[in-house]
């Protein structure tokens, strides 16, 4: 099935109103994204937010999975990495933290 015939890749992913699924499809199909780091950090717009944003995550994983033929344990390995990869992004500092929650 062509992509455009796909309704729900017009659906924008959970946490970003302006980010597709389409465009997760795009880069798997004609950039050869190959992994959810290369995809969120370098080709979303997201960039080093998406070490803070934990929303759209799951779903590009899934869409990744399904369109590389990724089964559970492949999927998983590839949540942890990107789970790594945003740990030191919060950590360095390149992105603003959430605060911490009031203890008055």
Known sequence: MPPHAEKQLAEPLPG??????????F???????????DFLLRRSGLNWAAGT??????AVAEIFARRLGWDAERKQAAL???ARC???IRGSG???QPP?????
Do not use: G, W, Y
């Open 16 to 25: 970003t109103p302006t980010l597709l699924a389409a465009e997760v499809e």
């Open 94 to 96: 390149v992105v603003p």
């Open 27 to 37: 880069a798997i199909r004609h950039e050869m994204a190959l992994t959810l780091e």
């Open 80 to 82: 942890d990495a990107f």
């Open 53 to 58: 944003q934990r929303e759209p995550v799951p």
């Open 100 to 104: 911490a929650p009031s203890t008055q």
């Open 86 to 88: 945003a740990a030191r």
